[in-house]
């Protein structure tokens, strides 16, 4: 009996952290898309919180083309493999957003002639 008590809150608070971390950082482009793509196959609301030149953000993404994100308004979006990006759960709002972290830079070595 004890051991069935110990069993149910150690389950209780495994379920509290996993509701509570639910943030995916530092994602490439490749694991970002197959990560957005579960979330769309079930159901899960995404926002695009990237910013480009049109200044799009804030629109949720309703599929994928390719190597572009479809936004509700129609417009295309792409990520790039130079940037990370981060997937951010909003627990006030119940849905994701999909934010740019940093940019990658691969260090070139240099030859010393």
Do not use: P, W
């Not at 599929?63 to 006030?92: A, C, H, M, P, T």
Request: hydrophobic share 35%; proline share 0%.
């Amino acid at each position: 009996m004890k051991n069935n008590l110990k069993k149910m809150e150690l389950n209780n608070i495994v379920d509290k952290y996993l509701k509570i971390n639910r943030d995916f950082l530092y994602l490439s482009k490749s694991a970002t898309f197959k990560k957005i793509s579960e979330f769309l196959e079930n159901d899960i609301k995404v926002i695009c919180d990237i910013t480009d030149r049109d200044g799009k953000i804030g629109i949720q993404i309703v599929g994928i083309e390719s190597i572009y994100f479809i936004l509700k308004d129609k417009n295309k979006v792409k990520l790039y493999d130079r940037f990370l990006y981060n997937i951010i759960y909003n627990n006030k709002r119940g849905e994701y957003s999909l934010q740019i972290q940093d940019e990658y830079y691969e260090k070139i070595e240099a030859k010393n002639d």
